[in-house]
């Protein structure tokens, strides 16, 4: 071969980094002329770690959501990054926080074994059997909500006596309500659906987390990030580099048949003879608004990619999650619980101090034991209207929740500084994960990962000249950053098996 094919990967988030560093080392660094583009000034898209307060933060990916099998975990281990240091506590380093405080809002303490312990086996009892397939789907509802709150009102008529008082002025009812209601919450957290209506029921079937525990990376998830790029050269990754339109199917005349057009004018453009894309869904999504004439911050194609694959850009979910750090002083700062808030129903005559931006935000807690920064997560409507308030607002906010729910002591802890996230409005992101929405199935996810041939009609074998990678492209394990890291592997073997078809056998196993 005369030149080395080119390979443009665009974005250098997980999926990114992952495709450059296995086409780099397959290749043994030779075989392709390699460049991954970056909109951003930083690697890692939405895999970020912070400092806030002396403890590691992620303003990001935050979980490994399983080690048994987890590419991720495999990685975070060879490298000597699960072993932290003493010097520098990071968030969730006693694992996943256990003995939860639920308190209704007025401050009465719910009942463990009346009301919380009933409840929640209850709903992760109605969550198992939707992941594992075994939930009924209604064609009429199909979506995760409903069949939530079906269960729910089963075990209210097998119960019987729902008048009860339980205290505070609290029925028992409405006590049942507002503690399902937070786990309502944290699902919608989970998946990104700010509504559970919209999140489909069948697809929960064929989501797969790995068995095993649920870990947090000591050194910080950043660290995955630094080892997929330290193989390669530093003028492989150029940032600030953001790609506005994607010319394809040129035949290949004018240096390649892909050519990238750049923000900053006509002239920045880029040829290659195949290009990975990993931009975000919601890029994706907002790019198909561009289609109409409308002025995005999207990616576009010309031609405009196939009506399968934009109809599954469309019909896939991808909602909003942000994170708040908030750092604590005070009298009691180190003792502060795992707090759950059951909030009160609307009809409720409670005094409502607590803002509507905090009323589907099920926990508050503090990134491990003992530690002075709480973290509450936030999802849909309600992340978004985080990212327009101000410090002020959101410390005046938070501390109104807190008194409403905690007894004067412990809410004497003050709230002093807040760090937030921001992926719904951030334009290289427009949002934080995919999900399955209804109307949607995972056939889209498949249909999200197809490759796209180009117009050399003579060739025997089609030339793959876009191929698309990251988290929505996963069928199975979108979401996560292993289903980004496998969707990196699987494009950068559909690569190889183009060219070497015997050095690379199978992607099965991605
Ligand atoms: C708050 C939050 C919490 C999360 N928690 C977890 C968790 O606990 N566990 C877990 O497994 N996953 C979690 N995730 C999801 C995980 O972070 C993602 O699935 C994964 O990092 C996605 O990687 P990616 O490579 O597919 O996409 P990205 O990381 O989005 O990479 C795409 C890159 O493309 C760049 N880009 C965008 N537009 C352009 C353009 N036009 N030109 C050039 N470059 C462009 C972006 O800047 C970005 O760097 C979380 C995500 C968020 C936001």
Known sequence: MAEKPRVVIIGA????????????????????????????????????????????IEMGATWIHGIDGSPIHAVAADIGALAG????????????????????????????????????????????????????????????????RRGLQEYRVSRGDKGADVGGGWSLEDMEEAVFAL?????????????????????????????????????????????????????????GRRVRRIEWRLGGDDGGPVKLHFDGGENLTMTADHVIVTVSLGVLKAGLGKEGGGETSGLEFSPALPERKREAIRRLGFGVVNKLFMEMGGTDETRFPFLQMAFAPPTKEAKRTVPAWMRKTGSICPIYRGSRVLLAWFAGTEALELEALTDEEIISG?????????????????????????????????????????????????????PLAGARVSAVV?????????????????????????????????????????????????
């Open 85 to 148: 240091s003493a010097s520098v506590p990071w968030e969730r380093m006693d694992g996943f926080p256990s003995d939860p405080l639920t308190v209704a809002e007025g401050g009465t303490v719910v009942d463990p074994l009346l009301v919380v312990d009933p409840i929640t086996s209850l709903y992760c009892g109605l969550m198992d059997s939707a992941r594992d397939g075994d939930a009924p789907v209604e064609p009429k509802r199909p979506g995760v909500g409903p069949f939530l």
């Open 183 to 239: 786990h309502e919450f944290a699902e919608r957290v989970c998946t990104s659906a700010d509504d559970l209506s919209d999140l489909d029921l069948a697809a929960e079937g064929e989501y797969r987390d790995y068995p095993g525990d649920h870990v947090t990376i000591a050194n910080g998830y950043s660290r995955i990030i630094e080892h997929l790029a330290s193989a390669l050269s530093p003028a492989t990754i150029l940032l």
């Open 13 to 56: 988030g997980l999926a990114g980094l992952t495709a450059a560093r296995c086409l780099h080392a397959a290749s043994a660094g030779d075989f392709f002329d390699l460049c991954v583009v970056e909109a951003g000034h930083r690697i890692g898209g939405r895999v970020l770690t912070s400092e806030f307060a002396g403890d590691r």
């Open 398 to 450: 938070v501390s109104a929740t807190l008194d409403a729910f905690l007894p004067p002591t412990a809410a004497a802890a003050r709230v002093q500084r807040v760090k937030r996230s921001g992926w719904g409005r951030d334009p290289l992101f427009l949002g934080s994960y995919s999900y399955v929405a209804v109307g949607s199935s995972s056939d889209d996810l498949d249909a999200m990962a197809e």
């Open 462 to 510: 089609p030339t793959p000249e876009l191929l698309f990678a990251g988290e929505a492209t996963h069928k199975s394990h979108y979401s996560t950053t292993h289903g980004a890291y496998l969707s990196g592997v699987r494009e950068a073997t559909r690569l190889l098996r183009h060219y070497v078809p015997k050095l690379c056998p199978s992607a099965a196993a991605t």
